[in-house]
T-cell receptor, first 114, second 109 residues
Framework: IAGITQAPTSQILAAGRRMTLRCTQD?????MYWYRQDLGLGLRLIHY???????GKGEVPDGYSVSRANTDDFPLTLASAVPSQTSVYFC?????????????FGPGTRLTVL | GQNIDQPTEMTATEGAIVQINCTYQ??????LFWYQQHAGEAPTFLSY??LDGLEEKGRFSSFLSRSKGYSYLLLKELQMKDSASYLC??????????WGAGTKLIIKP
């Protein structure tokens, strides 16, 4: 089934630990995104990638890093987790070559940092 | 700064019509999106407007006025399954989406 998968579905993490959230899409989309969603706030862009091999910083990049080694995968790493990173994380993708196009979202990862 | 405003919560009755408003101030404009998000799930695309006017898609319609920085999503013949949050997002001059906090729509029988 075409779409985006994320892993893990949820995670409880001790502060200071390193964590990688995984995201894979099989739609051959060029652009991929990582957002966090917190209660009462809109989705906020953490990092993005317009094509394999390139990445860019979004609105709230501090404490996070990404890589885009190939078209399908876009992992998000928290080098040393802090409680303020407790959130729901969504990965999304879009066909950037089609101009302005809708973003397709993965099911999300619910992360709690204690 | 960039800002998207929409009501926090609305309540409507099954079978009725509801209009969810969105106002925006962004650096540049490359279109406005509406997404639906059921509780605990991912957002899913509903509509895209880049020109002024009304776009109709079944029970859902979306309107845009670029001069007023204003859009609305109109839902007709409401069904219980329409209970969800509705997210307004504007694509800015850098082709990044700026998101509103969402409007939680509660449908009562």
């Amino acid at each position: 089934i075409a779409g985006i998968t994320q892993a893990p579905t949820s995670q409880i993490l001790a502060a200071g630990r390193r964590m990688t959230l995984r995201c894979t899409q099989d739609m051959r989309h060029n652009a991929m995104y990582w957002y966090r969603q917190d209660l009462g706030l809109g989705l906020r862009l953490i990092h993005y990638s317009n094509t394999a091999g390139t990445t860019g910083k979004g609105e709230v990049p501090d404490g996070y890093s990404v890589s885009r080694a190939n078209t399908d995968d876009f992992p998000l790493t928290l080098a040393s987790a802090v409680p303020s990173q407790t959130s729901v994380y969504f990965c999304a993708s879009s066909d950037g070559l089609a101009g302005v196009s809708e973003q397709f979202f993965g099911p999300g990862t619910r992360l709690t940092v204690l | 700064g960039q800002n998207i405003d929409q009501p926090t919560e609305m309540t409507a009755t099954e079978g009725a019509i509801v209009q969810i408003n969105c106002t925006y101030q962004t650096s540049g404009f490359n279109g406005l999106f509406w997404y639906q998000q059921h509780a605990g799930e991912a957002p899913t695309f509903l509509s895209y407007n880049v020109l002024d006017g009304l776009e109709e898609k079944g029970r859902f319609s979306s309107f845009l006025s670029r001069s007023k920085g204003y859009s609305y999503l109109l839902l007709k013949e409401l069904q219980m399954k329409d209970s969800a949050s509705y997210l307004c997002a504007v694509m800015d001059s850098n082709y990044q989406l700026i998101w509103g906090a969402g409007t939680k729509l509660i449908i009562k029988p």
